[in-house]
């Protein structure tokens, strides 16, 4: 499991990630113990039959932003290295592994942001409507195909399929 940073290559579930994701868990919340608030395995590795990119994405909720230099420091040690907010406001990015095997990414951010809810609100309504799956499956793989070798547009191409799916989440979802 590990994937050169910039590269698209899609591959069917597979329920060891499941098992990666809980190995990873385990080493954050012994690194990192009462910093952290909530953790959630998110991304496509975390919907079963959806391909994936083979790379963990872990949504990990601290109480401030603030606190991300620290944070840095205590992930150094593990092959983390902190990528910023990535153009999102509410969020840090980091990354895992050398740039030609990433393993897994963190996306730092706080309860209640907008980073929280639409990683939640995204997994929950792909599980609850799997004709979803099907259609975002069938998207990616169109897309992979198209920008093997230019990830950020293989990102771009997903975007409003994504924000749809968030905006349909809201509806059903939100008190």
């Not at 999102?88 to 809810?117: C, L, M, Q, W």
């Not at 409507?129 to 990616?140: N, S």
């Not at 897309?143 to 950020?152: D, G, P, Q, V």
Request: charged share 30%.
């Amino acid at each position: 499991m590990a994937l050169k940073r910039g590269i698209v290559e899609l591959e069917d579930y597979n329920s060891n990630w499941e098992k990666e994701y809980l190995e990873e868990e385990q080493l954050l919340k012994k690194v990192l113990g009462s910093k952290i608030i909530e953790i959630h395995h998110i991304g496509s590795t975390s919907i079963p039959n959806l391909k994936a990119k083979p790379v963990i994405d872990i949504l990990l909720v601290i109480e401030n932003l603030d606190k991300i230099n620290e944070i840095e420091e205590l992930l150094k040690p593990y092959d983390y290295e902190n990528r910023g907010p990535q153009g999102v406001d509410d969020r840090f990015f980091f990354a895992k592994g050398p740039e030609d095997a990433r393993t897994h990414y963190i996306h730092f951010t706080t309860p209640n942001s907008n980073t929280y809810y639409n990683q939640l609100y995204f997994k929950k309504y792909l599980l609850d409507h799997p004709e979803y799956i099907k259609k975002y499956c069938d998207l990616k793989q169109e897309l992979a195909s198209k920008y093997a070798n230019e990830r950020k547009l293989y990102t771009q191409g997903k975007n409003d399929f994504i924000k749809n799916v968030i905006n349909l989440a809201k509806e059903e979802y939100h008190d």
